[in-house]
């Protein structure tokens, strides 16, 4: 958006809207669309697994505001993973 494209919405919408916040807002959805379709891409093309389905999900439940608690959670989503899947195995 150039400058005037902003001052118009402003004009627009009026003083109701802060747009740095519709900016954080719009970041965190192209972070969790951007992770969503990286995760069915690994999962479905690359690896070819069934249930394709889940890696999105589970993409958009890692998907924090910032990315040290993104990566803090991931981690603890792949722990918590892996220990579910050795405590049904065995």
Request: proline share 2%.
């Amino acid at each position: 958006m150039s400058t005037i494209d902003i001052k118009q919405l402003r004009a627009t919408l009026g003083s109701h809207v802060h747009l740095p916040g519709l900016t954080t807002d719009a970041l965190q959805i192209l972070k969790a669309v951007v992770a969503a379709v990286v995760a069915w891409v690994i999962a479905h093309h690359l690896l070819g697994l069934e249930a394709a389905f889940l890696a999105p999900w589970t993409a958009l439940l890692t998907v924090h505001a910032t990315v040290h608690r993104t990566v803090w959670r991931g981690g603890q989503t792949v722990i918590a993973t892996v220990a579910g899947i050795f405590l049904a195995a065995g």
